[in-house]
């Protein structure tokens, strides 16, 4: 009864920690989640800035798999090539190894205090940035919080016996520990939260540290294979990333664990802080993996003998071609709803592509995205007229209302999709293309603004496209909050560019027009994105008809 409730308690923990360390990696996307994508995009041929960008970004994010995720996405829109997306990943392994050892230090007022002001800026301010700058502050303070609860709830089990026998075995079978990390990384979906239970096991003298370090490196093995179960549906090539991060992780973790077991670096690292151990060793780990980056360009090569061909810039837009929609809709309307839905999610996805890059294009317009572009608006505008054709041969007699009304509800996401896309074709690449044309450039304050509107529209449409895939109302209603930050910024940046050119600023003058149609063609592609939702809060009775406050009846 005792090891069940000893159970009980280590599940809580164990599930309190991952919560936290979902609460950071949340309040650093929404706070500069466009941001820390657009680092990533500028890092196209630098390697050794490409890892440190991936390092310092996973360090915010605390997760390594967010930052490969995200750049598996940039590499097959063609925004990164293959040896600086794999340097990012690799810089990132060596960022959430720096959070690990920065969240396992043991300071006793720490984590009352960040839960303490994290809650108060949360709850109580509202100010955007500042309440994500609490959600992060209060996720850290529960990580502290629960490791200290590892602690209480192990230390009685230093002297249990069927621990020890299972340690012992575990301590012999070095192979058993390592798959044993990889599995528990899999399960939890997070190698940070893997790493810091173990950490807490081998502090409370649960685990030795020899078993410690083979459960560690196990589990860096399953960090590497999160994203290629995450990814499984994707193509082949896109994979190719995921894949060759989890081959030299696991080729590097299974020598490494060969080299402790046989050289005995347990009895070296234990110097009375044998947590420690396996913390440094952690570190150590993801800092060689960086001595793959002179080599990344062999990798690539490797890749392609093993699996084919990898994707280059634009190498998708033949398979983006590819249409969800299933021949014959009007035999089974289930099964044609279905299809369009994953059809709208395809343009959702190729719209993604489209606005990722949009402000390095505004930056710099001769970058190879502009031209990436133009043959993703084709695919885009043929997917909106193969659902359209594909509505018309709905069979709507033989349909309920409810399912009438989804597939009128998806064409018209499918019409706003293709309209968003033509905005940032014909309107934002246009400006971008003319200021090229005159050599204009943004003042730096202007781009900066231009930056942070575009980092709101980016995270708008991720949101979306959640909605369209889940019909979240929470999401929508963060969607149309954003819209109102959109408006908000795009007034803000209006005024302080007058107040450039009032001061003279000749950067400012000369792109001024631009500015301004820049600022508005991104306010109105939010606008469309945002439309995208409103059927989602429409169904919940969560969206007005209109924003005029209701006059009063003139009384005689």
Not at 31 to 52: N, P, S, T
Not at 237 to 247: E, G, I, M, Q, S
Not at 248 to 259: D, N, P, S, V
């Amino acid at each position: 009864m005792i090891v069940l409730n000893i159970l009980v308690q280590f599940a809580g923990a164990t599930m309190l920690l991952l919560f936290a360390v979902r609460l950071v990696q949340t309040g650093a996307e929404r706070l500069a989640g466009g941001w820390l994508k657009r680092k990533m995009a500028e890092q196209r041929h630098q390697h050794i800035g490409a890892a440190l960008a991936g390092t310092g970004i996973a360090l915010l994010l605390q997760s390594a798999t967010a930052v490969t995720l995200i750049v598996v996405g940039f590499f097959s829109n063609g925004t990164l090539g293959f040896a600086s997306g794999l340097a990012i990943i690799l810089g990132a392994d060596l960022g959430s190894a720096i959070a690990v050892q920065l969240l396992s230090f043991d300071i006793d007022w720490l984590p009352s205090l960040l839960i303490g002001a994290g809650g108060w800026l949360f709850l109580k301010v509202q100010s955007f940035k500042w309440r994500h700058i609490g959600r992060i502050l209060l996720g850290i303070g529960i990580i502290l919080m629960a490791l200290r609860l590892f602690g209480l709830i192990l230390s009685p089990l230093t002297d249990h016996g069927a621990l020890l026998e299972i340690a012992g075995y575990l301590q012999s079978d070095v192979i058993a520990a390592f798959m044993l990390g990889a599995a528990l990384t899999l399960l939890m979906h997070s190698s940070v939260a893997t790493i810091l239970i173990v950490v807490s096991m081998v502090a409370n003298g649960v685990l030795p540290l020899s078993v410690g370090l083979s459960i560690m490196l196990g589990a860096n093995f399953g960090s590497g294979l999160i994203p290629v179960l995450l990814t499984r549906n994707l193509r082949q090539p896109v994979r190719h990333l995921v894949f060759a991060n989890a081959f030299l992780r696991g080729t590097l973790a299974l020598l490494t664990l060969f080299f402790c077991d046989w050289f005995g670096a347990a009895n070296f690292l234990d110097r009375g802080a044998p947590a420690q151990g396996v913390v440094t060793m952690h570190l150590l780990f993801n800092a060689m993996l960086l001595l793959a980056l002179p080599f990344v360009g062999s990798v690539e090569r490797l890749s392609v003998w093993l699996q084919g061909e990898v994707v280059s810039a634009g190498g998708l837009a033949d398979q983006n071609r590819d249409s969800h929609l299933v021949p014959g809709p009007h035999t089974e309307p289930e099964v044609a709803l279905a299809s369009m839905k994953r059809e709208v999610l395809r343009m959702g996805k190729l719209l993604s592509d489209m606005t990722n890059p949009v402000i390095l294009i505004l930056e710099d317009p001769s970058r190879a995205e502009a031209e990436n572009n133009a043959a993703t608006e084709a695919n885009l505008n043929a997917a909106l007229a193969g659902i359209k054709a594909y509505g018309m041969e709905l069979p709507f007699s033989n349909m309920e209302k409810s399912q009438r009304r989804e597939a009128r509800s998806l064409t018209e996401a499918a019409i706003d999709i293709a309209a968003a896309g033509d905005i940032v074709s014909h309107k934002l690449l246009q400006t971008a293309q003319c200021n090229h044309q005159a050599q204009i450039r943004f003042s730096i304050d202007g781009l900066r603004e231009l930056q942070d509107i575009h980092d709101c529209v980016v995270e708008n449409l991720h949101r979306a496209l959640t909605v369209l895939t889940t019909g979240d109302p929470d999401i929508a209603r963060q969607a149309i909050e954003t819209k109102a930050r959109v408006r908000e910024l795009e007034q803000r940046s209006r005024k302080r560019h007058l107040k450039r050119l009032h001061n003279g600023v000749i950067e400012s003058r000369d792109s001024s027009n631009a500015h301004l149609d820049a600022l508005y063609a991104l306010k109105e592609l939010n606008a469309k994105i945002t439309s995208l939702t409103h059927p989602a809060l429409s169904a919940e009775g969560q969206l007005l008809d209109s924003r005029l406050v209701p006059l009063e009846p003139v009384k005689k």
